[in-house]
């Protein structure tokens, strides 16, 4: 076998390359993109709605050549009272691109579509945002949840839940108790299972909290008493029998399972494809 480390570049594969030594195949994916940041937090009238997770996106045989392909892995948006707001960015690899998550609305600013879309914020328009936008085939997340429409008085507003992966986000009901955002989509492609993409909660009248980085969830949501959530930053893997290198900051690792090498990215870089075949 072969392991090394050059130029940034680190590199894991076994056998005999093909022309030029990058040879194609076929290779599983899973390329999340950063979750929406929840709607703004600037006075006691603002139970916002949370953000949407960033767009997921599976598929598995995905044919590639052997080359380099350049990976993007979107940022999670902020919680922000300004415009534009902080949809998260997407991620990408090869022709796939995953949607950033929609921004959760609040009192100022209106939920945003996205990968999955943000939840509604009291005062705005009822409805959650629009998920799978753009649209893709299978759908790359879903809508976030309702508000309950009203912005006075401050004990019966309540935002909806941005979407998720596996689910539209909850809605909110009038009172102070906020809702769930909407159910991620658990996958072992790394070897472990883990949840991505889940949506950010709608707000509940305590401090908002962060989506998880690596997952692209969306920012759950706050009241006037404390800072809205950020959405988490996204992440791109790729798997095949085919060796791997990647490039980029320590965070992006190559790993060989037994049969699969499994490249995985939480920062942008390079992905090298077919640096050998498995023997």
């Given at each position: ?34 979750g ?38 979107g ?6 009272c ?12 090869s ?10 609305g609040?009192?100022?600013?209106g939920?945003?579509a996205g ?26 997340g ?10 006075n ?39 472990a ?9 709608g ?20 009241n006037?008493?404390?800072?809205g ?34 490249a ?16």
């Amino acid at each position: 076998s072969k392991r090394g480390k050059s130029f940034g570049y680190q590199v894991l594969g076994f056998g005999a390359g093909g022309s030029g030594g990058l040879e194609p195949g076929t290779a599983e994916y899973l390329v999340v993109a950063g979750g929406g940041g929840s709607g703004c937090a600037s006075d006691s009238n603002s139970r916002a709605g949370g953000g949407g997770a960033g767009g997921f996106r599976i598929a598995s045989c995905f044919a590639l050549d052997g080359g380099v392909y350049t990976i993007a892995v979107g940022a999670g948006g902020p919680s922000s009272c300004a415009t534009p707001v902080g949809n998260g960015t997407p991620s990408v690899f090869s022709s796939i691109t995953s949607a950033g998550g929609g921004h959760g609305g609040s009192h100022r600013t209106g939920q945003q579509a996205g990968g999955s879309g943000g939840g509604s914020g009291p005062g705005q328009a009822p409805s959650g945002a629009a998920g799978n936008t753009p649209p893709v085939s299978p759908p790359q997340g879903n809508a976030g949840g309702n508000g309950t429409g009203e912005n006075n008085p401050v004990s019966n507003n309540a935002g909806g839940g941005g979407g998720g992966a596996g689910g539209a986000g909850g809605n909110g009901a009038s009172g102070p108790n906020g809702c769930d955002g909407g159910v991620g989509v658990a996958n072992a492609i790394t070897g472990a299972s883990v949840t991505y993409a889940s949506g950010g909660g709608g707000a509940n009248g305590s401090p908002g909290s962060p989506g998880v980085n690596g997952t692209g969830g969306g920012g759950n949501a706050a009241n006037g008493s404390g800072s809205g959530g950020s959405g988490g930053s996204g992440i791109v893997v790729v798997k095949s029998t085919n060796g791997l290198a990647v490039s980029g900051p320590s965070c992006n690792s190559v790993t060989f399972d037994g049969t699969n090498f499994v490249a995985s990215f939480k920062a942008s870089g390079d992905l090298t494809f077919g640096c050998a075949a498995a023997a």
